[in-house]
């Protein structure tokens, strides 16, 4: 569905100045189906890859293709996807109803005074219809922004930073709308710096640091690491075996660790001698955990 292939990208700021590079022989694909997390710290190239991604920037080297196709502004495949920037501007004078009518039929489509309310009202915006966007907040914005993408159901959705600077309640309503796209069909390629957002969505995360990309896997195998591990508490014990790591002790009363594969012969061992476990949590890295590790990785003296 999308390919970068060596894609490299410079600025040049000033006439003498050495250019900036901003992406470094990017290459990745997004097959369909895929929900595909672009993470990396500020100024790692994740919002140019994705105006490569979308035909808006030209890369100085490599190439993009789109459906099978190199990107082109105005160009067929533009019916077929959505784009949600970082931060959409609008018409304020608009009234919320106003603009998502409006935003919609420039894609082509044709929308109806029921279509334009059903949409409003999946998205929580239905009594706001008649308020004007200059009086709305960030979050409301961002779902007008959203119901563009409803009105053509795209099969590749594009979204910068879509859940910056919104409330926890706004962030929750709109994690389950894009997950709902997901499940019917929708391709989806997202910025973010919440990661706990992106474990909850992403099949898949592609993680850049100064325009090169250094992880590219399923979300599922950069959570998985040998140090996955149960932390337990257990009670009664005299001789505890070599496969836990006492963590403290509190009377008859320990807290260790142990390795996933000695689960078995724990519950064995707890059985034989009737103990008592209080807990026993299985503790897996976080994609917070998993993202840092990548970084110290390319920067060992950070």
């Known amino acids: ?96 109803e106003e603009a998502v009518t409006y935003y919609a039929r420039l894609s082509g489509a044709r929308v109806t005074t029921a279509e334009v309310g059903s949409v409003l009202e999946r998205l929580g915006l239905a009594e706001f219809r008649h308020l004007r966007l200059s009086k709305c907040s960030k979050g409301m914005k961002q779902k007008v922004g959203i119901a563009q993408c409803l009105f053509h159901q795209p099969v590749l959705l594009f979204l910068d930073e879509p859940m910056r600077g919104l409330d926890p309640i706004i962030v929750r309503e709109f994690r389950e709308i894009l997950a709902n796209l997901h499940r019917e069909g929708a391709t989806i390629i997202m910025n973010s710096h919440m990661l706990s957002e992106v474990e909850a969505l992403a099949s898949r995360v592609a993680i850049l640091d100064r325009g090169r990309l250094v992880a590219h896997d399923t979300l599922t195998n950069l959570l998985r690491t040998e140090q996955d591990h149960y932390s337990l508490e257990l009670a009664g014990a005299d001789a505890l075996p070599p496969y836990l790591t006492i963590q403290s002790r509190n009377g008859g009363t320990v807290q260790a660790t142990m390795p996933v594969g000695s689960f078995d012969d724990f519950m064995s061992y707890v059985r034989e001698r009737q103990l008592k476990v209080s807990s026993c949590v299985l503790t897996r890295r976080s994609l917070e955990d998993s993202f840092l590790s990548v970084l110290r990785k390319e920067k060992p003296d950070a």
């Open 1 to 96: 569905m999308l390919a970068a292939e060596d894609v490299t990208v410079r600025f040049r700021k000033g006439f003498r100045r050495r250019p900036i590079v901003a992406l470094d022989h990017l290459s990745l694909r997004v097959q369909e189906g895929d929900f595909l997390a672009l993470l990396g710290e500020n100024g790692a190239g994740k919002s140019t890859a994705m105006y490569c991604f979308l035909g808006l920037i030209h890369p100085t080297q490599g190439r993009v293709l789109l459906f099978g196709q190199r990107p082109e502004l105005g160009g067929r495949s533009y019916g077929r996807i959505a784009y949600l920037p970082e931060e959409p501007h609008y018409h304020l004078y608009l009234t919320v």
